[in-house]
């Protein structure tokens, strides 16, 4: 004969199940869809003079630091350098970094002319990202006159 409790209970754990399952498939379908609407992590780049690498005085028109650049970018990037002495531009440097190499240092060094040497002299570094959003950034140092040695 038909057994009606057990066709209840058997469709009340089938109920259940069916329950559970959806809520876990519910949960991980949320959790799925937060993950892909989260911004992608945030990339830089840090432009640095190094410490005691430049001095506070020109001597002899002679103008020399160290920069340096590390790329925090989620891929590789073109830069372009550019080295002012107040409004004069004295050079301009193109080169890229990437996840794997993601760090530059040179030392650089200038000649200025004469005519161009008007103290306080505002020397800038500027760097301009060309393969991601066009982000600029720029340090600078202050010469106050000439050594006297």
Known sequence: MF????????????????IAVGAVGGILFLLFKWSMSLPPPHSYSLLYIKPYSYPSC???AHLEFVYGVESHENRETEYKLS??????LLDEKYFNLSPKVPQREEKLSYTLPAQHIAFPLKVRIVLETLSSDGESYEVFYVLRGECNL
Do not use: H
């Open 83 to 88: 080295i002012y002495a107040g409004e004069k």
């Open 3 to 18: 057994d009606f409790g057990k066709f209840l209970n058997q469709n009340e754990e089938i109920i259940a199940k069916s």
């Open 58 to 60: 020109l001597r002899n």
